[in-house]
């Protein structure tokens, strides 16, 4: 008897596996639509100025307050390509070795 209780137990996790592979893939998509939403765009849009403003307001020198901008923009952007690529299963994406190279030679 303990043999079909085993056959069970694994009917039941392929039965929930199966759900959550087609389940998952849907939840991520609809964050992405929402991330890339034209209002998700104007309202980055209007927070990455307002930063801007209050590190000029705030005497931050041009270039200074410009990169720091840049920055505070591409958390969103990351954001949303970590999202995007989450969606169509990629691995490693933002983890690997040769990611890391990347950004080493862009900052030199």
């Given amino acids: 008897m303990p043999e079909k209780n085993n056959v069970s137990e694994a009917e039941e996790v392929k039965e929930i596996l199966s759900v959550v592979s087609s389940e998952i893939p849907a939840l991520i998509k609809g964050i ?24 000029k307001e705030s005497g931050m020198p041009n270039e200074i307050a410009l990169k720091m901008t840049e920055d505070y923009m591409s958390t969103f952007t990351s954001l949303g390509d970590f999202l995007r690529h989450a969606g169509t299963g990629k691995k490693g994406l933002f983890f690997s070795k040769e990611k890391d190279r990347e950004r080493e030679e862009e900052e030199e």
């Fill in 32 to 55: 992405i639509s929402s991330v890339f939403s034209e209002e998700a765009g104007r309202s980055m849009g209007k927070a990455a100025a307002a930063f801007y403003k209050e590190l």
